[in-house]
């Protein structure tokens, strides 16, 4: 199983089905996001114990791979 099947998980019950950290309701473009202005893994994984280095690595290569997707939501978020 790939990592992205087992860390990144989508439920239309859960955070309205965008991408999320698995068990939690930390959305990947969420996570983009705050990396985007300026947060670091050490600051995320202080003020979000629940996180690990392998569940944001798994964000960034998410972002990676479907950073159309990923994108609009983050657009969607802005505007809402």
């Given at each position: 199983m790939?990592?992205e099947?087992?860390?990144?998980e989508?439920?239309?019950?859960v955070?309205?089905?965008d991408?999320?950290i698995?068990?939690?309701?930390?959305?990947?473009?969420?996570?983009?996001?705050?990396?985007?202005?300026?947060?670091?893994?050490?600051?995320f994984?202080?003020?979000?114990?629940?996180?690990s280095?392998?569940?944001?690595?798994?964000?960034?290569?998410?972002y990676?791979s479907?950073?159309?997707?990923?994108?609009?939501?983050i657009?969607?978020?802005?505007?809402?």
């Open positions: 790939s990592r099947t087992s860390w990144i989508k439920n239309p019950d955070c309205g089905g991408a999320c698995r068990d939690t309701r930390h959305t990947v473009y969420g996570l983009v996001e705050w990396r985007k202005l300026g947060l670091t893994d050490e600051r994984l202080e003020h979000h114990p629940d996180l280095r392998a569940d944001l690595q798994a964000a960034w290569e998410y990676e479907h950073r159309e997707e990923i994108d609009q939501a657009q969607a978020d802005a505007e809402a």
